[in-house]
């Protein structure tokens, strides 16, 4: 992973169910399991910025995802460079995997997709996710980013 731009999925994990408020969103149940959530990085700095902080975390509540990881633990950042944006594609193919359920509305408030966060009771499967979004897809583990 460099500082080219890019869109990518942080993978979480969570091993209790908590409650949390999401900024004026509004309320959120997490159960125990994975989330995934979509974003995409074409600013300064690229994904490397963006996937560091989502991994590392932040004390500044800026996204959506901020408020998540106090509940949940990155595990890893699926990505691509492409130049395209893919994103939205990427919101889609994960909604349409047998072992996710998106969150409505959560961190797509500026676009019409149905969600940018997906649960799974399962570990997230790769090479599964790259198959439904037609495009190569790296994975880093978030460990590696300190």
């Known amino acids: 992973m460099n500082?080219?731009?890019?869109?990518y999925v942080i993978v979480l994990r969570c091993d209790a169910d908590q409650h949390l408020q999401v900024g004026?969103?509004?309320p959120l149940g997490i159960q125990?399991?994975?989330?995934?959530?979509?974003?995409?990085?074409?600013?300064?700095?690229g994904l490397l910025s963006r996937v560091s902080r989502h991994c590392k975390g932040s004390a500044r509540?800026?996204?959506?995802?901020d408020y998540l990881r106090e509940a949940a633990s990155p595990v890893s950042a699926w990505y691509s460079h492409s130049a395209q944006r893919l994103e939205h594609r990427w919101a889609s193919a994960l909604g349409k995997l047998s072992w996710t359920a998106p969150i409505e509305g959560f961190g797509c408030t500026d676009c019409q997709?149905?969600?940018h966060l997906f649960f799974?009771?399962?570990?997230?499967?790769?090479?599964?996710?790259?198959?439904r979004a037609r495009c190569k897809v790296s994975s880093i583990a978030c460990a590696a980013l300190d």
């Open 61 to 65: 509540k800026h996204w959506h995802i």
């Open 24 to 26: 004026r969103w509004g």
């Open 32 to 45: 125990p399991g994975y989330y995934l959530y979509v974003g995409s990085a074409f600013g300064p700095g």
């Open 113 to 115: 997709c149905e969600s």
């Open 120 to 131: 799974s009771a399962v570990e997230p499967d790769l090479a599964e996710f790259a198959r």
């Open 3 to 7: 500082a080219k731009p890019g869109t």
